[in-house]
């Protein structure tokens, strides 16, 4: 059983930029493909960026290409989400996910993490 813990979200004005993290536990983060994914109130949970075992791949939703990046430190068994120009339309609960295995790109997720919460203001 992997336990995924996300930090980092906060009220940000718009332009500014924040860094979530996602720390693992339970298991090793290298045997996971790791994504991002967040819940704007009223709206369905949609991806935002996920990345391979070795992490020299990874896949962008097109509303966040540019402007954010995701990282993982296997070592520390940490994913990061870098998040630069944040606009307001990017207000959500952002959740750390995990899918066993090297497959690519992501299918499914086997484990979620709680969620932080990331608000922009205009």
């Known amino acids: 059983q992997v336990q995924l813990v996300e930090s980092g979200g906060e009220l940000v004005q718009a332009g500014g930029s924040l860094r979530l993290s996602c720390a693992a536990s339970?298991?090793?983060?290298?045997?996971?493909?790791m994504g991002w994914f967040r819940q704007a109130p009223g709206k369905e949970r949609e991806i935002v960026a996920t990345?391979?075992?070795?992490?020299?791949?990874?896949l962008y939703a097109d509303s966040v290409k540019g402007r954010f990046t995701i990282s993982r430190a296997n070592a520390q068994n940490t994913v990061y989400l870098e998040m630069n120009g944040l606009k307001p339309e990017d207000t959500a609960v952002y959740y750390c996910?995990?899918?066993?295995?090297?497959?690519?790109?992501?299918?499914?997720?086997?484990?979620w993490g709680q969620g932080t919460q990331v608000t922009v203001s205009s």
């Open positions: 996910a995990a899918k066993y295995g090297t497959t690519w790109p992501m299918y499914g997720v086997d484990y």
């Open positions: 339970g298991g090793s983060s290298s045997n996971y493909v």
């Open positions: 990345i391979n075992w070795s992490g020299d791949r990874t």
